[in-house]
């Protein structure tokens, strides 16, 4: 099993040691302008309704089972806020649900579980590269993670998220350029789109709305 250990919370100043979170790749995926805001100029994100309902609903038991169909023979565990890091690629992250299938107790599978809020027709770029992400981790680590599913708990619709070599150079890619922000070296370019924007929690503070 994966060992749990302490999050890194803080900025280090030797960014190549830096893990990049799941969290962080999920703001970059969004606008990468939310990464200076946040880690470099030290703005915290408000609490928002929409934050703090998000907030609530994940303090509430779910357990998830439902998403998947038992084998035979097979025992189906379920962890909540699981804590993964890898070195190897400089990643970690906090998975809200992993699903863990077995069989004479030893474990087959692993399939993380990404669970967010709204209603939308199709899987959200920023949810989907924080769930890519995990899968990194997971398969990265030695835990076979074939895909992960992205719940929107408003609409009770899922959608299965499978493991590929360009989600997994996607990954990379956002993990290099954040390190790049970082650095101090870089200003990244705002993804400027009034959907985008006017939700953000950043917006009043951007520069490139006035």
């Known amino acids: 099993m994966v060992s749990i250990q302490t999050q890194n919370r803080g ?28 880690y470099i100029i030290g703005l915290s994100s408000p609490r928002t309704a929409p934050v703090k309902r998000g907030k609530r609903l994940h303090m509430d038991i779910w357990r998830g089972r439902h998403l998947i169909k038992k ?26 649900i992993l699903i863990i299938r077995e069989k004479h107790e030893k474990p087959t599978e692993y399939i993380p579980v990404e669970i967010k809020t709204g209603f939308t027709r199709h899987p959200q770029k920023q949810h989907e590269m924080q769930l890519a992400t995990y899968l990194v981790i997971l398969n990265s680590i030695g835990l076979r993670a074939r895909y ?33 922000i970082l650095s101090g070296k870089y200003m990244p370019r705002p993804k400027i789109r009034q959907a985008k924007c006017d939700p953000c929690e950043y917006a009043k503070h951007c520069i490139v709305r006035g």
């Not at 960014?15 to 805001?37: D, F, G, L, N």
């Not at 084998?71 to 809200?96: C, F, M, N, W």
Request: hydrophobic share 30%; net charge positive.
């Open 148 to 180: 992960g599913i992205l719940y929107y708990y408003d609409s009770k619709a899922y959608y299965k998220i499978m493991y590929s070599d360009s989600l997994y150079r996607a990954v990379i890619d956002a993990r290099d350029a954040i390190r790049r």
């Open 11 to 38: 900025v280090s100043s030797s960014h190549s040691e830096q893990y990049v979170t799941a969290e962080m790749i999920r703001q970059y995926t969004y606008c990468p302008v939310k990464i200076y805001w946040r």
């Open 71 to 96: 084998q035979p023979d097979e025992t189906i565990r379920v962890l909540r806020k699981y804590y993964v890091s890898d070195e190897t690629h400089g990643l970690s992250g906090i998975i809200d």
